[in-house]
Structures are given as C-alpha cells and as structure tokens.
C-alpha cells in the first residue's frame, strides 16, 4: 500500500517558469490537500478539493492552481514561479465523514532561483 | 496573524524525562485538536487528537491536555525516548468537512541518551 505519493522529491526552478508537482493517493480518499511548509510558519494550506471535478482555495492560492479529474490524483500547477515559492510543499489526503486523519506525502523540496 | 501559537521553538530533554509542548488559540469556533509527528525528510503523521468536550487524552506516553476555558492545549511526551527526537506541530480545524488544519509552528524536540 504505497498511501500519498509525490514526485519530484526535489526541483530547482527559475523565476518564471511552470511546473506541476505531482501527487497521488491509493486509498480512494475523497479529501485532498496541498500544503507548504516554510520555517518558522507550520504548514499552510493552498489548495483543497473533496472530490473528483470540486477543488477550492486555501490559505495561500495565490500563484497556484489545481484540478482534480479522478479520485486519485492532484497535482499543483505554478504557473510562474516566483523565489517567494521556495518550500516544501506536502500533499495529504483524508476520508470524508469520519476520522480526519490526514495522510501526508513524502513532500517535495523546491527552490526558485 | 498566526491562529495557533506554538512554544516553544526548540526543546531539549534527556531520556527519560517529560516533554511538554503548549499550543495557544484564538478562534473558540475550533473543535479538533491534533498534534502530528514529523520526521526528517517524511511528511507529518498524526499522533493523537482531541475534541473539546474532553479535557485529557491519553494514547501510550502520549498525553493531550485541554483548556477550553483558557483557549490552550499540551502535549506531554511521559519517558522520552532519542525515538521521539522530531517536529511536533498542533492543529486545529472547524467542523466544516473542509479538513482545513491551522498548524502551528512547530517545535524541534530533541531526546539526549
């Protein structure tokens, strides 16, 4: 059971460019998330969707986008990436109903030069 | 504007003794408390959580305690092990089904033998 997978582990990027990171679950989770963790500041959500087609904004959108087209996947879009993006980003999914246990990926390490 | 505080920053204890981590918050409509584990290089793991209608839970040497009144809950690590050596971040969500957690900051703890 592999749980939340993320790729890459690690990406250095330029100012301006796009890239998608990367995120899948194998629990039939209904509930997924983006976060990114900066020192000193925990970790704040970007984007969330509870289902396949329905995603919605979190904490910190701005410069991110989503989709969600099956259960299983839920990649993060920067569409121009900016140093101020320069984090760990985590994807973590949950049930709905029920527990709110939240299962994180292995996170992605990004830097923006 | 952080909604849940943590401290401290960083914490030292050796084997066998008590950690306590303090997580303060501002928003009274929270009713889900979790502290998560994390480890280097790994995405945070949930530990153990608590609802506001209790005032202590337990879950081996893991403890939780909550102060509705005060706006304050704990986390007491009874016998630390160099196993414990982590970050430990508090949460606290609405009962939205958004399962959007507000992290704290976090707190380096670190188990001497």
């Known amino acids: 059971n592999a749980g939340v997978t993320q790729t890459p582990k690690f990406q250095v990027l330029k100012t301006g460019q796009s890239m998608t990171l990367q995120c899948a679950q194998d629990m039939n989770h209904e509930y997924m998330s983006w976060y990114r963790q900066d020192p000193g500041m925990g970790l704040r959500l970007i984007h969330y969707?509870?289902?396949?087609?329905?995603?919605d904004q979190g904490e910190v959108p701005n410069g991110y986008n989503v989709s969600r087209s099956t259960t299983e996947d839920f990649p993060l879009r920067l569409l121009s990436a900016a140093p101020s993006q320069t984090s760990v980003y985590f994807c973590?999914?949950?049930?709905?109903?029920?527990?709110?246990?939240?299962?994180f990926g292995s996170g992605t390490q990004l830097s923006v030069l | 504007q952080q909604q849940v505080k943590q401290s401290p920053q960083s914490l030292i204890v050796q084997k066998g003794g008590i950690s306590i981590i303090n997580c303060a918050y501002e928003?009274?409509?929270?009713?889900?408390f979790p502290w998560y584990q994390q480890f280097p290089g790994k995405g945070p793991a949930l530990l153990i959580a608590i609802r506001p209608d209790v005032s202590e839970k337990k879950e081996g040497r893991f403890t939780i305690s909550f102060n509705k009144s005060a706006k304050q809950f704990s986390l007491h690590i009874m016998d630390s092990q160099p196993g414990d050596s982590a970050t430990y971040f508090c949460?606290?969500?609405?009962?939205?089904?958004?399962?959007?957690?507000?992290f704290g900051s976090g707190t380096r703890l670190q188990v001497q033998p």
């Open positions: 928003n009274t409509a929270f009713d889900y």
């Open positions: 969707s509870v289902g396949a087609g329905i995603t």
């Open positions: 973590a999914s949950s049930q709905t109903g029920g527990s709110e246990k939240l299962f």
């Open positions: 949460a606290a969500s609405l009962d939205t089904g958004r399962r959007a957690l507000t």
